[in-house]
């Protein structure tokens, strides 16, 4: 699943392909990838829309139409656009067809068909949208409101820090990396953490998020590859993620892997208190 940084590079790359492009004709050819509107509903709307901009709002894509309107999407598992050319063959498991004015067709790929797509008159309705803490690289992210947030919750931190509504953009992996970066222990309850550790862990959420950013997404976003495919890239380099019964790359004792909330937590028990 694609976290924040690799759906920033997503946005980085639709932007100049379809900003101020027009939406000639839009189709959608699965249900369900858009389920609170019908298929001819979905078409009619997009018919003729100019895209004023692409945004993004934790793993929400929001593309902006002159309308006003909004149109959000998540790529969960396996979605992905692609940027096709007239001669250029459609993908497998292509559901979303966009005609741009420019010739080219963007396509929605989903092979698993957890992606969704959802349609706002107005752009400050989107529901899933609402809930949703502040970015993390933002202003809004503040230390405050970071240390407010942990004092409030007896959770385990990794588990508060999965939890879009509270920290917005940390996947599995950049949450077990933040704490690993902070020397914090991911079964430790947020309320209990002293706040010069608190702030070091708001500290290290930044810098593994802008690290990713920097460094490039973890995924070969072309849009213009016919098969629609991401591809994965092995370059990247994680201190703990994945990387159970290796040495730790501070102290040198194994890195240990538990389940939290179903999800393998990655963590040195010596660095990591
Ligand atoms: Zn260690």
Known sequence: MPELPEVEHVVRALSPL????????????????????????????????????????????????????????????????????????????AHVIFYLDDDRRLVFCDMRQFGRMEIFKDPRRPKGLQILAPEPLSEDFTEKYFLETLARSGRPLKHLLLDQTRVLGLGNIYAVEALFLAGISPMKAANKLSKPRARKLYQAIREVLQEAIDAGSTLKIDLADGNGSYVGTSERFWRVYEREGEPCVNCGKRIRRVVQGGRSTYFCPKCQR
């Not at 699965?30 to 609170?36: D, G, S």
């Not at 009619?44 to 902006?64: C, D, H, S």
């Not at 002159?66 to 992905?80: F, N, P, Q, Y």
């Open 18 to 93: 379809v900003t101020g492009r027009r939406i000639l004709a839009a189709e959608l050819n699965l249900k369900r990838i858009a389920p609170t509107i019908s298929r001819p509903a979905f078409n009619r709307q997009l018919q003729n829309a100019l895209i004023t901009g692409v945004g993004r709002r934790g793993k929400y894509i929001l593309f902006q139409f002159e309308s006003g309107h909004i149109l959000t999407t998540h790529l969960r598992m396996t979605g992905k656009f692609v940027s096709l050319t007239t001669d250029q063959s459609l993908p497998p498991y």
